[in-house]
């Protein structure tokens, strides 16, 4: 018997329309991180992009336990001498809600150009709404 080893070109990808409101932080990304990568498929290849895409909706009303609103940092650099910039969670989900949900998936990803390419196929919209009716997406329940 031999292993079935999938090709990127040979996957069908399905699109499944995830809604953030009310849900934690940390565990919806673990499940949007998951179907990224194809994990829940049976002919998943750690080496091969066969996951499907995700459409978030109503990014802005995601929650996190705690008091992790006040004490969260996300951090970043210059590369300058004294250029660390911090920005708590709480102000970050004001500036740009998405990225909240964006930066703990990304984490969640593999760090190199596959991984990259695993993010590109998560979109992230603050509101209700979304431009991806075309493509007939699913409600996906997490």
């Given amino acids: 018997m031999k292993t079935y080893v999938a090709k990127e070109q040979e996957v069908e990808r399905k699109w499944y329309v995830v809604d953030a409101d009310q849900k934690v932080l940390g565990r919806l990304a673990t499940q949007i991180a998951m179907r990224l990568r194809g994990k829940h498929k049976p002919i998943f290849t750690p080496h091969?992009?066969?996951g499907d895409f995700i459409v978030v909706v109503n990014a802005e009303k995601v929650t996190m336990t705690g008091s992790k609103w006040d004490q969260k940092f996300y951090y970043r650099h210059?590369?300058?001498?004294?250029?660390?910039?911090?920005?708590s969670a709480?102000?970050?989900?004001?500036?740009?809600?998405?990225?909240?949900?964006?930066?703990?998936?990304?984490?969640?990803?593999?760090?190199?150009?596959?991984?990259?390419?695993?993010?590109k196929k998560l979109k992230i919209y603050a509101g209700a709404d979304h431009p991806h009716q075309a493509q007939q997406p699913e409600n996906l329940e997490i």
């Fill in 78 to 87: 210059s590369g300058y001498m004294g250029g660390l910039k911090q920005i």
């Fill in 90 to 119: 709480r102000k970050l989900l004001e500036k740009k809600p998405e990225e909240i949900l964006r930066f703990a998936v990304k984490r969640m990803l593999p760090k190199n150009s596959l991984g990259r390419r695993q993010l």
């Fill in 48 to 50: 091969a992009d066969v």
